[in-house]
């Protein structure tokens, strides 16, 4: 079964940069869209950024200017996502999650979409 799997959140300061990777695990033939959301402590989930398998952006616009999506190309079927996160502020820190829409398998297996497990990005001093 596939799974998203994310890597890099962590604690950094403010003004500061991280990078979030998510790979999808199975034997990938495509997916649609890949996106990034986010869930500040108290708050409901919202979206980031999402990117196409045609390279096509959306953010937020609190965020358009300081994050840039990207597809990762695994043996060409851009089954991972990275997120590059400048100029970090207090307002970021959330649990960040990996999002997949339309994913098919090698073996033809379709499943509508995927959550990751979540990562936690803390802005601080």
């Known amino acids: 079964q596939v799974q998203l799997v994310e890597s890099g959140g962590g604690l950094v300061q403010p003004g500061g940069s991280l990078r979030l990777s998510c790979k999808a695990n199975?034997?990938?033939?495509?997916?649609?869209?890949m996106s990034w959301y986010r869930q500040p402590p108290g708050k409901e989930r919202e979206l980031v950024a999402s990117i196409t398998s045609g390279g096509v952006t959306d953010y937020a616009d609190s965020m358009k200017d300081r994050f840039t999506i990207s597809r990762e190309n695994a043996k060409n079927t851009k089954a991972g996502v990275s997120l590059q996160m400048n100029s970090l502020k207090p307002e970021d820190t959330a649990v960040y999650y990996c999002?997949?829409?339309?994913?098919?398998?090698?073996?033809?297996?379709?499943?509508?979409?995927?959550w990751g497990q979540g990562t936690q990005v803390t802005v601080a001093s």
């Open positions: 999002h997949a829409r339309s994913v098919v398998t090698t073996t033809m297996e379709y499943t509508y979409e995927l």
């Open positions: 199975g034997s990938i033939y495509s997916i649609h869209d």
